[in-house]
């Protein structure tokens, strides 16, 4: 690894850094930590408070990260200062069926003998949050406004970020990596395509009172699919595991508003009773669903990453791993070309990041918007196919491996 010793140089409210990242949400925030550890100079804006993104108490959410992703969040020295310990996802059974009805004996289980590692690990949401925050203003090389509005002008040789603050910041390249709605490439003028799906997604967690063993469940139903991801429990909660769950958008506005034990047994309907009696734990977060994808990833001085570049359906959980995929793509190529003393804004270096992502990405965007349609619905002949084609991949020990390694970007 080459190392470099570029700070931020600050004169009064002027700031000169190599790179601006706009948005510190996981991926711009990891983006960051990893260019910094190398020794480049990066400035964070945001247009929240970093403190008001930490959620102290217990709320339901986690992610699914892979293994290729949890090696970038060591390398960004983000991992190591999880406050609460993450839970290796170990096996995956895939089922098909009908709510209130067992599934179709045509299943598929991925086991250890098929990664030889866990598959990923779930953190919590809050947990990733606190890390990321502390790792932003604990490194050298960052410089952090938040929470300010920006105003981006890009031209040839460089890019100049004003803020609401009155902090004016020299860049070479600008990283938007805020969102699905970014402002930021909304302003360069990149259009983006959407693919809605009229589904709406619930996410929440639950107490069980049987233990999970660090499985997971993906269970496809006519509205969406289901999936259960083990959690690590708590002192309160020992059986802890997080549901990501899509049905029709009338649907989930009803069940969303259920009392808890209503709530509780529409999720029972849907997984089953393996873990025996089920209670929700902390909030109900419910996003409509939806595909999109911005036709190119570059502009002058400026790349797209994460949610900017592209949002999938989170049939597969691949949405925030697909982003840190983008972060490893751009900070080997960023770290490579300052060690060499090049100019990290320069339109080559951006191509390179456009041709090494932006495939790979709309390959993953296709494969689970087919999924996606293939699999939510109740079409008997479509059902009969897809478990035919579940129980095909369940005898070939080679194809399960193919798909999992691909999962977990490594």
């Known amino acids: 690894m080459v190392h470099m010793s570029s700070q931020p140089v600050c004169r009064g409210n002027d700031l000169s850094v190599q790179v601006c990242v706009i948005g510190a949400g996981p991926v711009g925030a990891t983006l960051a930590c990893r260019l910094a550890v190398a020794g480049i100079s990066v400035a964070v804006v945001d247009r929240v408070p970093l403190p008001a993104m930490e959620h102290p108490d217990f709320d339901g959410r986690a992610y ?181 769950w899509s049905d029709g958008d009338a649907i989930v506005r009803r069940i969303a508003e259920l009392p808890a034990p209503a709530f509780a047994g529409e999720i029972q309907r849907r997984m089953g009773h393996d873990l025996g009696d089920i209670t929700p734990v902390g909030r109900r977060w419910v996003y409509p669903l939806s595909a999109q994808y911005a036709q190119r990833y570059t502009d002058t001085r400026l790349v797209l990453a994460g949610d900017a570049a592209h949002g999938i359906h989170p049939i597969a959980g691949q949405g925030l791993n697909l982003g840190f995929r983008d972060v490893i793509q751009l900070s080997d190529l960023l770290i490579e070309a300052a060690g060499q003393g090049r100019d990290l804004g320069e339109a080559a270096l951006l191509a390179q990041y456009q041709r090494r992502c932006r495939p790979a990405n709309m390959v993953m965007l296709a494969a689970t918007d087919t999924l996606d349609r293939l699999f939510s619905n109740d079409n008997p002949i479509l059902r009969f196919a897809r478990d035919i084609g579940i129980a095909g991949v369940q005898r070939l020990p080679r194809l399960r491996k193919a798909f999992v390694r691909h999962a977990m970007g490594v």
């Open 64 to 244: 699914a990260i892979a293994a290729g992703p949890v090696k970038l969040l060591r390398e960004a020295g983000v991992w190591e200062r999880l406050p609460l310990p993450p839970c290796p996802i170990e096996s995956i059974l895939v089922t098909d069926g009908r709510p209130g009805e067992a599934p179709s004996p045509l299943s598929l289980e991925f086991g250890r003998e098929d990664a030889g590692e866990p598959f990923g690990l779930m953190t919590e949401a809050r947990a990733l949050r606190v890390a990321l925050n502390q790792s932003l203003n604990e490194l050298e090389n960052i410089h952090v406004l938040a929470p300010v509005d920006v105003s981006v002008a890009r031209h040839a040789d460089g890019a100049i970020v004003t803020a609401s603050s009155g902090h004016r910041i020299q860049a070479q390249l600008i990283v938007a990596a805020d969102g699905r709605q970014s402002r930021t490439r909304a302003a360069a003028g990149i259009p983006i395509t959407k693919l809605p799906y009229g589904q709406t997604g619930i996410v929440c967690a639950i107490a069980h009172e049987m233990p999970h063993n660090n499985s997971a469940l993906e269970h496809f139903l006519p509205g969406g699919p289901f999936a259960r991801l083990p959690m690590a429990g708590n002192a309160e909660y020992p059986n802890l595991s997080a549901i990501v």
